[in-house]
């Protein structure tokens, strides 16, 4: 006869009433609440922690897990009052524990390293088997009077319940999401045990036999159940206490990835995570009081990548953590600097009142900086580029102030005259109109704009032209000629410099193979171009293509160039010299390094910067830099050119100090392609002075 559904769970009612002490079953059920619940929190745990980690979870949870459904189960045993005396016995219980963790071992284990919805559902399945099976061998342990009689539907459907809802309860779990879904889990394994253990003891009749002996059982019923729920509390507080100690191990372990998430490793000041923070924390209280202000200020030390290239990285690191100290040191309570990009650091400055001090906040930033430093035996001076926006002139808008400080700093930087700038909406549409130059710069090459002019380079004894400098213009189709200190930058830093840079050496050596003089031509390469794999084989192609005989050819590098990879560079320079072409040391004195660069490099030139020539006659100490640059020319053998020479006494100067060539608009201003050819198809070389 077939039993339905509302019969099964009347027969369950009925036995848990009638045949149960009901203290014991509820002591039964807080040990399956507060087992399961622990369980359920430690199998998330499990199944996100990694490692040994994992390892010692799983094990954790299955012996929680077992203890909790085998005490659970004995416990409601024990509430269990068939009506006649009966006993235990110790083996097959002793073997029902063990099935109950060896069961959640492997139930774990299954989940544990393989989080996957069909995992968690055969986890489950596994935990409702585990429970049956250790429910009907404790059950076999059970000594009455009588034979043991088994209802099978029920006995069948006790184990469908326990596994139905262990399958629902292991595929809550394992869902990633739901950070609360322990709870549903908890209460799901509760009725998987509850539901399964009193679903089969209905399905049991006890069917009197004289014949079957009973020991007489040595421990009261409630006296082992006091002690099976001791020995439970305790491994219910252990578990609990790991459980809560690895919460708070973790906690900590967060709040201190947090907290070096928001650190510059380095310096270790607040970084740009953090900045960004603080900036929205002040929009609020500049929101609430107007008579705040706000100063922010942008940093970039200039020459730091130099430093870095010419005295290794860690130099460099221990310059920017001297920096981040010095900075820290001045900054106030109201006061906060960041540490936001390599070389760029950001200092807000708070004011509770209408009139503040920014310039002279600004101006103690600067000195803190440029203040001359000694970093692992080395004295090192930085200048910085500093941008300013306030909320006095710029808006209170904090995320607008941190951008237009940017945008000042970069103005700073393209401007020595002007190494602090304040904001002004102007420079924000310069900044615009810079990076729209730079989009056109893209077309330039395929539109023909570019163009070469000349400039001639004589030697000083007999005024003779010895050759031109090839120089690069672009005329915009619509803002007209763009100066090269405009759009060199800018190809340099979008990449365009290596093509733009071959078009100008094609052009160059194409002109001078052209004319009847075996004048030089030199041409200017960048940094960028130098570093390029197969530059030396592309100046090969260029002097094959153009029929240029390399001895004709000087090539113009900075002191950048070198600085970069300088085993690089001089292994590409020794290539370039060992076919003939010269290499020309350019804007000498300009740089950072200019003399040690001469001791590294075996240049065939040397071109002493403008800025040295200018008014040299009357400036004593451009006169002695130009005078030692001479004396260095002539001990190196390397012959020296006066770049810029612009009147008859600076050439009077040169002439009467030894210098070897000149180039400047007093010869002469860089012309085009037609003039060039006028002049060395002339019969007459020589320049009047
Ligand atoms: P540079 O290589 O030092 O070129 C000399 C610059 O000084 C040229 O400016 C030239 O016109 C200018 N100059 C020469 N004599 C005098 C003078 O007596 N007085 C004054 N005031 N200026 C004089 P330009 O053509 O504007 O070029 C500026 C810089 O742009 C060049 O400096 C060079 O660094 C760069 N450049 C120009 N063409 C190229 C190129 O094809 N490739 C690369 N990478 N850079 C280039
Ligand atoms: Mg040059
Ligand atoms: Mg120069």
Same mark, same amino acid.
């Given at each position: 006869m077939t039993e339905t559904a509302g019969g099964l769970v009347y027969k369950v009612i009925e036995c848990l009433i009638f045949d149960h002490d009901h203290w014991m079953v509820l002591t039964a059920a807080l040990v399956c609440i507060c087992g399961s619940g622990l369980t359920m929190l430690l199998t998330r745990r499990m199944v996100r922690a990694s490692g040994r980690r994992?390892?010692?979870?799983?094990?954790?949870?299955s012996m929680i897990g077992g203890a909790t459904i085998w005490s659970t189960h004995f416990i409601a045993m024990l509430a269990f009052d068939p009506g006649y005396p009966h006993a235990y016995e110790p083996i097959k219980t002793a073997a029902s524990l063990l099935i109950a963790v060896g069961g959640l071992v492997l139930t774990n284990w299954t989940l544990a390293y393989a989080v996957h919805p069909r995992r968690a559902m055969m986890s489950g399945a596994m935990f409702g088997l585990t429970v049956s099976l250790m429910h009907y061998v404790g059950m076999l342990a059970y000594l009455v009077p009588g034979d043991l009689v088994w209802n099978l539907p029920r006995l069948a459907a006790s184990v469908a319940i326990g596994a139905g809802l262990g399958v629902i309860a292991y595929w809550r779990v394992a869902k990633p999401l739901r950070q609360m879904g322990w709870l549903s889990s908890s209460l799901l394994m509760v009725l998987a045990i509850c539901g399964m253990h009193f679903t089969g003891m209905s399905a049991l009749e006890i069917v009197l036999n004289p014949l079957v002996a009973v020991p007489v059982s040595v421990i009261a019923d409630t006296q082992l159940s006091t002690v099976i729920l001791a020995v439970? &509390?305790?491994?219910?507080?252990? =578990?609990?206490?790991?459980?809560?100690?690895?919460? *708070?191990?973790? =906690?900590?372990?967060?709040?201190?990835?947090?907290? *070096?998430?928001?650190?510059?490793?380095?310096?270790?000041?607040?970084?740009?995570?953090?900045?960004?923070?603080?900036?929205?924390?002040?929009?609020?209280?500049? &929101?609430?009081?107007?008579?705040?202000?706000?100063?922010?200020?942008?940093?970039?030390l200039e020459q730091f990548k130099k430093v870095n290239a010419t005295y290794g990285n860690a130099t460099g690191d221990a310059v920017l953590k001297t920096v981040a100290e010095r900075l820290l040191t001045l900054t106030q309570a109201h006061q906060f600097v960041a540490r936001t990009g390599g070389n760029e650091f950001v200092a807000l400055c708070i004011e509770s009142t209408g009139k503040g001090d920014t310039a002279g906040f600004v101006e103690r930033l600067r000195a803190a900086v440029e203040r001359p430093m000694a970093v692992r035996d080395v004295w090192i001076s930085l200048?910085?580029?500093?941008?300013?926006?306030?909320?006095?002139?710029?808006?209170?808008?904090?995320?607008?102030?941190?951008?237009? *400080?940017?945008?000042?700093?970069?103005? &700073?930087?393209?401007?020595?005259?002007?190494?602090?700038?304040?904001?002004?909406?102007?420079?924000?549409?310069?900044?615009?109109?810079?990076?729209?130059?730079?989009?056109?710069?893209?077309?330039a090459l395929d539109r023909e704009e570019f163009s070469l002019v000349f400039q001639r380079q004589n030697e000083l004894a007999s005024l003779e032209v010895t050759g031109f400098e090839a120089l690069l213009r672009w005329t915009h189709p619509t803002q007209g000629p763009i100066s090269p200190g405009v759009f060199i930058p800018l190809a340099e830093s979008n990449g365009l410099i290596h093509r733009i840079g071959m078009w100008v050496l094609r052009a160059a050596c194409q002109e001078a193979a052209s004319w009847p003089r075996d004048l030089t031509i030199a041409v200017n390469v960048a940094p960028q171009q130098l570093i390029q794999p197969d530059f030396v084989d592309e100046v090969g192609a260029v002097l094959e293509a153009t029929g240029l005989p390399s001895t004709r050819l000087e090539l113009e590098i900075t002191e950048a160039s070198v600085i970069g990879d300088q085993a690089h560079t001089l292994r590409v320079i020794g290539r370039l010299r060992a076919m003939g072409i010269r290499i020309a040391m350019d804007d000498f004195g300009t740089g950072y390094s200019s003399l040690s660069m001469l001791q590294t490099i075996p240049f065939d030139k040397i071109k002493v910067d403008r800025s040295f020539i200018t008014q040299v006659h009357n400036n004593p100490l451009r006169a002695a830099i130009v005078r030692s640059t001479l004396l260095i020319g002539t001990a190196l053998k390397?012959?020296?050119?006066?770049?810029?020479?612009?009147?008859?006494?600076?050439?009077?100067?040169?002439?009467?100090?030894?210098c070897d060539a000149v180039q400047g608009f007093y010869f002469g201003k860089p012309v085009g392609l037609d003039d060039v050819r006028a002049i060395v198809q002339a019969d007459e070389l020589r320049v009047a002075s």
């Open positions: 994992k390892f010692v979870q799983v094990a954790l949870t439970m &509390a305790v491994i219910l507080l252990v =578990g609990f206490a790991s459980f809560s100690i690895e919460m *708070s191990l973790e =906690g900590e372990a967060l709040r201190q990835r947090q907290q *070096s998430a928001l650190v510059d490793g380095l310096t270790m000041l607040p970084n740009r995570s953090h900045l960004e923070n603080a900036l929205s924390d002040l929009q609020r209280l500049l &929101a609430q009081d107007p008579e705040m202000h706000l100063t922010v200020v942008t940093l970039d200048t910085t580029a500093i941008g300013v926006a306030t909320t006095r002139d710029n808006g209170r808008e904090v995320d607008a102030l941190l951008l237009n *400080s940017g945008v000042a700093m970069r103005v &700073a930087k393209s401007d020595p005259d002007q190494p602090i700038a304040f904001f002004d909406p102007t420079m924000e549409q310069d900044q615009r109109a810079l990076d729209l130059l730079g989009q056109d710069l893209h077309r390397i012959p020296v050119l006066a770049e810029g020479v612009e009147d008859p006494e600076e050439l009077a100067f040169l002439r009467a100090e030894g």
